[in-house]
Antibody
Framework: EEQLVESGGGWVQPGGSLRLSCVISGFIFNNYAMNWVRQAPGKGLEWISTIDNSDGGSTYYADSVKGRFTISRDNSKNTLYLQMNNLRAEDTAIYYC?????????WGLGTLVTVSS | DIVLTQSPDSLAVSLGERATINCKSSQSVSYSSNSENYLAWYQQKPGQSPKLLIYWASTRKSGVPDRFSGSGSGTDFTLTISSLQAEDVAVYYCQQYYTPFPKFGQGTRVEIK
């Protein structure tokens, strides 16, 4: 069964950092681009980043996180990462990883990030 | 930037009745070269992550009940639930993947009347 499991969320003060992880199982990780999508409390879905398949794949970011967040992957560990630096209150959200380049046919359960003083 | 606007923001439908959700794009999400519409629909039940229902505007994902159908082309799209069931209570999002960076509509909440 295909599965995505996020972890690494938590509470952090403004200006702080967190690293999210997404462990995949049930499909060949190398073959797929992967994404991070977030959802602020009570709000809609916002795409924030994509990494193409293969190690060192091209990366893409929404303007709202560009320069602060870094997406990466370790194909040997079947794991997707999101390094989040200089966090702001408006980054408070559930962060989901999602499979494939544009049609997100599999989502994880999400991990909650709360940025507050 | 392409903007997707869904209507209505919420609707209440009786069990067994039809629910219709609209998604209007600020520009066409169809490529003339292949006539495909780069639009998907997702369902997010309370407390759950989103799930893909429909892609290419009208192709149902395997396992999705056939009471869900998608239609439309160019800039105007519709998600129809032909006979609403209790388990269909959710927020529904359209998403365009025409541009390199996908965007979602604001969501439509479907409730039971």
């Amino acid at each position: 069964e295909e599965q995505l499991v996020e972890s690494g969320g938590g509470w952090v003060q403004p200006g702080g950092s967190l690293r999210l992880s997404c462990v995949i199982s049930g499909f060949i990780f190398n073959n797929y681009a992967m994404n991070w999508v977030r959802q602020a409390p009570g709000k809609g879905l916002e795409w924030i980043s994509t990494i193409d398949n293969s190690d060192g794949g091209s990366t893409y970011y929404a303007d709202s996180v560009k320069g602060r967040f870094t997406i990466s992957r370790d194909n040997s560990k079947n794991t997707l990462y999101l390094q989040m630096n200089n966090l702001r209150a408006e980054d408070t959200a559930i962060y989901y990883c999602a499979k494939d380049r544009k049609i997100y046919d599999l989502w994880g359960l999400g991990t909650l990030v709360t940025v507050s003083s | 930037d392409i903007v997707l606007t869904q209507s209505p923001d919420s609707l209440a439908v009786s069990l067994g009745e039809r629910a219709t959700i609209n998604c209007k794009s600020s520009q066409s999400v169809s490529y003339s070269s292949n006539s495909e519409n780069y639009l998907a629909w997702y369902q997010q039940k309370p407390g759950q992550s989103p799930k893909l229902l429909i892609y290419w505007a009208s192709t149902r994902k395997s396992g999705v009940p056939d009471r869900f159908s998608g239609s439309g082309s160019g800039t105007d799209f519709t998600l129809t639930i032909s006979s609403l069931q209790a388990e269909d209570v959710a927020v529904y999002y359209c998403q365009q993947y025409y541009t390199p960076f996908p965007k979602f509509g604001q969501g439509t909440r479907v409730e039971i009347k």
